[in-house]
């Protein structure tokens, strides 16, 4: 999607809200604005895209997938949280859509598992992990697990953030995220044991 927003109608938005640019998009018909939001978040994206697919060729082509799907849904933005929020969370979706298509890992039921608070101790023994160690565990659960655990780790969302962006309930949140990183710390322990054997 190539956007042109070096025209002079544009330049006066560049420092205006995300908002603002949507409501001239949608009651002006003003639709070469959307370049500036392509600017704004279109690296995010990729950056989202990439952490799912590991190849960059193919995360150019879901980041553009993205952008052009937001801006075909741009009407569908209520304003009932950020821009960036609404935009992150159709990424998150569209990647999952993409890894649960292309990957060999099935889905999993998210329906169950111990609830814990935002700040347990079980934060602090995942973040703990070796960095590669994690990596590797991640690529090993289901779409669901890996989405969430990022938006939580790499967009250090909060668990209000996750609630606005999966649209579901803090019980909800707080017990995916539990299941979640507990797979992850399973995935790790189960390497390190076969690797001390």
Same mark, same amino acid.
Do not use: H
């Given at each position: 999607?190539?956007?042109?927003?070096?025209?002079?109608? $544009?330049? /006066?938005?560049?420092?205006? $809200?995300?908002?603002?640019?949507?409501?001239?998009?949608?009651?002006?018909?003003?639709?070469?604005?959307?370049?500036?939001?392509? /600017?704004?978040?279109?690296?995010?994206?990729?950056?989202?895209?990439?952490?799912?697919?590991?190849?960059?060729?193919?995360?150019?082509?879901? &980041?553009? /997938?993205?952008?052009?799907?937001?801006?075909?849904?741009?009407?569908?933005?209520?304003?009932?949280?950020?821009? $960036?929020?609404?935009? +992150?969370?159709?990424? +998150?979706?569209?990647?999952?859509?993409? +890894? @649960?298509?292309?990957?060999?890992?099935?889905?999993?039921?998210?329906?169950?598992?111990?609830?814990?608070?935002?700040?347990?101790?079980?934060?602090?023994?995942?973040?703990?992990?070796?960095?590669?160690?994690?990596?590797?565990?991640?690529?090993?659960?289901?779409?669901?697990?890996?989405? *969430?655990?990022?938006?939580?780790?790499?967009?250090?969302?909060? *668990?209000?953030?996750?609630?606005?962006?999966?649209?579901?309930?803090?019980? &909800?949140?707080?017990? @995916?995220?539990?299941?979640?990183?507990?797979?992850?710390?399973?995935?790790?322990?189960?390497?390190?044991?076969?690797? &001390? @054997?």
């Amino acid at each position: 999607m190539v956007l042109n927003v070096d025209t002079p109608l $544009s330049t /006066d938005f560049r420092k205006q $809200s995300d908002e603002e640019i949507i409501r001239a998009i949608l009651e002006e018909g003003r639709t070469e604005l959307f370049g500036i939001l392509y /600017d704004r978040y279109s690296d995010k994206v990729f950056r989202k895209c990439i952490s799912f697919v590991r190849d960059k060729d193919m995360a150019q082509d879901m &980041a553009q /997938d993205v952008l052009l799907k937001v801006f075909t849904q741009l009407n569908k933005f209520k304003g009932k949280s950020r821009f $960036s929020t609404w935009l +992150y969370a159709i990424t +998150y979706n569209f990647c999952v859509e993409y +890894y @649960r298509r292309n990957s060999r890992y099935g889905t999993v039921d998210i329906d169950e598992g111990p609830e814990l608070s935002e700040d347990s101790e079980d934060d602090k023994d995942l973040l703990d992990l070796r960095v590669e160690k994690l990596k590797g565990a991640l690529e090993k659960v289901s779409a669901e697990d890996k989405m *969430i655990l990022l938006m939580k780790y790499q967009d250090d969302a909060s *668990i209000r953030e996750l609630m606005e962006q999966l649209e579901i309930s803090e019980s &909800a949140v707080k017990m @995916r995220l539990a299941r979640a990183r507990s797979r992850v710390k399973q995935i790790v322990v189960d390497a390190e044991k076969k690797s &001390a @054997r």
